[in-house]
């Protein structure tokens, strides 16, 4: 077999595995874990249950697929904080920018994540447990750092990250509920543009930062 073949192979197997997880996101985010079945995701892409079993062999499986390419994602977002050389506002910023883009490129994987937190985490504990929790009290540092060097006002950092959490992921697992009351099918971009400027705002004044005018922020972005 050539190395070309090869690769080709290997290429091949990489789409087929990212089209499946693709639509297990979307199943997991219906219907939840104990809805969601094996013959329903093969199905949908277009495969019989058997070929989806030889890529991944349990629902269990497939799902840990799923979650942890949710988290990586996120992971590689939320890295954005843990840099304490950086100006706080300009850090902060860019935090929840990259967390609100998170909820509007990948709305079904954030709920997929969030469904199995708000169940306890029976099946992801331990992954979240030696992922996350190290990256935050990392960024529970760089806080703790700018307050120690008086660049923002002292802060319960960790409570600070859960209302960040709160008020941007809201905008993927809460997204239907908002969509109604702003009276429209689904959000649009100039929501999230609009959360942005609150949250931010929100977050620099809770750190004594002064907010950056919206002249300014737009001639910035």
């Known amino acids: 077999m050539t190395i070309t073949r090869i690769k080709r192979q290997a290429l ?10 693709a639509e297990a996101v979307r199943v997991f985010a219906e ?16 495969l019989s249950k058997q070929n989806l079993m030889y890529y991944f062999p349990t629902k269990q499986a497939l799902y840990q697929r799923v979650l942890d390419d949710v988290l990586d994602e996120w992971l590689t977002r939320m890295d954005l904080l843990a840099d304490p050389t950086q100006e706080p506002g300009d850090m902060l910023r860019a935090y929840v920018q990259a967390k609100l883009r ?15 937190v708000i169940s306890g985490a029976p099946l992801y504990g331990e992954q979240i447990r030696n992922r996350v929790v190290p990256l935050v009290r990392k960024d529970i540092e760089v806080f703790e750092r700018w307050i120690a060097e008086g660049r923002i006002a002292p802060v319960n950092a960790t409570h600070l990250l859960f209302a960040i959490w709160a008020m941007t992921q809201s905008y993927a697992d809460f997204s239907a509920q908002m969509a109604l009351v702003l009276n429209r099918k689904q959000l649009v971009r100039k929501d999230f543009d ?11 004044c809770a750190v ?3 907010p950056t005018p919206p002249g300014d922020r737009n001639a910035s972005d």
């Not at 091949?12 to 997880?21: F, H, P, Q, T």
């Not at 998170?102 to 199995?116: N, Q």
Request: proline share 2%; charged share 30%.
């Open 12 to 21: 091949n197997r990489d789409k087929l595995e990212a089209d499946i997880v």
């Open 31 to 46: 219907r939840g874990y104990e809805g969601a079945s094996i013959a329903t995701v093969a199905d949908n892409a277009g």
């Open 102 to 116: 998170f909820s509007r490129e990948h709305p079904l994987g954030s709920r997929v994540y969030a469904m199995e």
């Open 194 to 204: 609009d959360a942005e400027q609150m949250i931010v705002d929100m977050v620099l």
């Open 208 to 210: 004594a930062i002064k």
